[in-house]
């Protein structure tokens, strides 16, 4: 079936403004991730929802940063009062039920640049 | 904190040279350890895994990885790189096993460049 599928692909921004992110999992895949990559830097995790459980918000690096999921849907991240730090690529990625080995499906990414 | 370290940052190969990127992590509980790939334009996507059993673990495109436990070591390798091996590698462990969490911890990528 279709794989993690992410939009916008391309966001700019003034700083300031809140932008908001979507990410629609794999039919099936109660799991959820969120992601984010800085120019030059390896992936920083940010949250990670499981069905319906409280999500591990561990990651999120402030309080201007949230997301949401419905039930094992769509997921929106949310970050308002953009900074020009938070440019970056912000990757969605879902599996199956965790076990510790499930593998995780990628989607394309949102670039989002704040000027 | 559980960290991820990928010593080389970029190399260079000609083709059918053979390849080896390291990979070291810091965890002394149960890990599950990762290599993805991105080719250039292309999502990440899983080259190989290791969960339990033969820590020689082969996966897409002739690579392979062997964990180490007692060096924290996962290492990608494969014998003869090809043009089309041109891309970016990631190693990830996952330290939350039977845990609450399945989060990723990854390394900063190796951009590997195989020339013709």
């Known amino acids: 079936g279709a794989g993690v599928s992410q939009s916008p692909s391309n966001k700019v921004t003034e700083k300031g403004k809140d932008v908001e992110l979507r990410c629609d999992p794999i039919s099936g895949h109660t799991a959820l991730y969120w992601y984010r990559q800085r120019l030059g830097q390896g992936l920083e995790f940010l949250i990670y929802?499981?069905?319906?459980?409280?999500?591990?918000k561990s990651g999120l690096p402030s309080d201007r940063f949230s997301a949401e999921r419905t039930g094992e849907s769509v997921s929106t991240l949310t970050i308002q009062r953009t900074q020009q730090e938070d440019s970056a690529v912000y990757l969605c990625a879902s599996s199956l039920a965790p076990g510790g080995g499930e593998t995780q499906y990628f989607g394309p990414g949102t670039r989002l640049l704040v000027l | 904190a559980q960290s991820v370290s990928q010593h080389n940052h970029h190399v260079i190969l000609s083709e059918a040279a053979s390849l080896e990127l390291g990979c070291n992590y810091s965890?002394?509980?149960?890990?599950?350890l990762f290599w993805y790939v991105q080719y250039p334009g292309q999502h990440l996507q899983l080259l190989l895994k290791y969960f339990s059993g033969d820590p020689l673990v082969k996966g897409i495109k002739g690579f392979e990885a062997e964990f180490i436990k007692s060096k924290f070591s996962f290492n990608l390798r494969k014998p003869s790189v090809q043009w089309s091996d041109t891309a970016e590698y990631f190693c990830a462990v996952n330290a939350g096993y039977g845990g609450a969490t399945n989060k990723l911890i990854f390394g900063t990528g190796t951009l590997l460049a195989v020339q013709p």
């Open positions: 929802f499981q069905g319906n459980s409280a999500p591990d």
């Open positions: 965890y002394g509980g149960t890990v599950n």
